[in-house]
């Protein structure tokens, strides 16, 4: 399960702005997951509640961002929505697809005490 490293390091992270910042809890963090990026969301949601136990975010909210997946055909120049990381374009079939949006995992935003 990568999602509890993820979620580590999402709190290596929240730490580091926290000493940087100075604020000593943190409430509600939004955080952009890409449908592509190959990770489970109920899994990353558990793997957070358990590590940031004891914690600056121990009571932190974690709200997913669902982030659709874009990508634009090296052949026809298509921008193409896609759903797996080995969709074919639907104007000329190749496969041959550079993805522009939804592998990403980021923090977007944090509120904070």
């Known amino acids: 399960m990568h999602e509890l490293s993820l979620a580590e390091s999402m709190?290596?992270?929240?730490?580091?702005?926290?000493?940087e910042q100075g604020f000593t809890r943190v409430k509600k963090i939004w955080m952009e997951v890409g449908r592509l990026s190959c990770v489970e969301k109920d899994a990353l949601r558990f793997g957070f509640s358990v590590v940031v136990d004891g914690t600056v975010a121990q009571q932190a909210v974690l709200e997913i961002i669902d982030i659709a997946g874009r990508g634009r055909c090296e052949r026809c120049c298509s921008e193409i929505a896609i759903t797996t990381l080995y969709d074919a374009c639907p104007n000329c079939g190749s496969y041959a697809i550079d993805i522009i949006r939804g592998n990403e995992m980021r923090i977007t935003e944090m509120e904070v005490e």
């Open 11 to 19: 709190l290596r992270i929240i730490e580091d702005a926290a000493a």
